[in-house]
């Protein structure tokens, strides 16, 4: 269980104790508009109060709006990140594939190169990583070097040239 499934239990458990108490209360509520309104406890006796159970609805309510809202899933925001590959023309005609890829995690994309040996490519990425790394390799060609470049947020573009 994560951490946020727990206490969204836990709220969703004080909101139905809450709400149910209320309704428990306000059932035995008789409304008296010159003294208040008198609330009818078991084994308690008869209590009169200008607070009405409402109150408690209300908290179970808010307390059944935080589990909600911890159980809603995040909003991440992408970034483009775009970049070139350049294949040495010495070594093009031996690659089949070119794996490239933005990554703190498995955020990568299969291309086959162009005749030209240059792809242009455009990756979504999160935009809440600590640090952003580029790399490309040649797919099941071991004489080509792969190539890996750090990047930053603010300059969302790169380039990586494929050798032998």
């Not at 060609?141 to 050798?163: H, T």
Request: charged share 15%; glycine share 8%; net charge negative.
């Amino acid at each position: 269980m994560t951490g946020n499934l727990i206490v969204s239990l836990s709220f969703v458990m004080l909101a139905a104790l809450c709400i149910l108490g209320s309704i428990f209360v306000l059932s035995r509520v008789k409304y008296n508009p010159g003294a208040g309104t008198e609330i009818n406890i078991p084994f308690l006796g008869t209590m009169k109060t200008d607070v009405p159970a409402i109150g408690g609805l209300l908290v179970g309510i808010v307390f059944a709006g935080f589990a909600y809202d911890l159980q809603r899933p995040n909003k991440i925001e992408f970034v483009n990140f775009t970049g070139k590959v350049h294949i040495d023309p010495e070594v093009l005609r031996d690659v089949p594939a070119v794996v490239v890829g933005v990554t703190t995690s498995r955020w990568n994309l299969t291309e086959t190169p162009r005749d030209n040996g240059t792809m242009e490519i455009t990756i979504p990425v999160p935009n809440n990583w600590d640090n952003y790394t580029a790399y490309a390799f040649a797919h099941g060609v071991p004489s080509v070097r792969p190539a890996v470049e750090g990047l930053r947020l603010d300059a969302a573009s790169f380039e990586l040239d494929l050798k032998r």
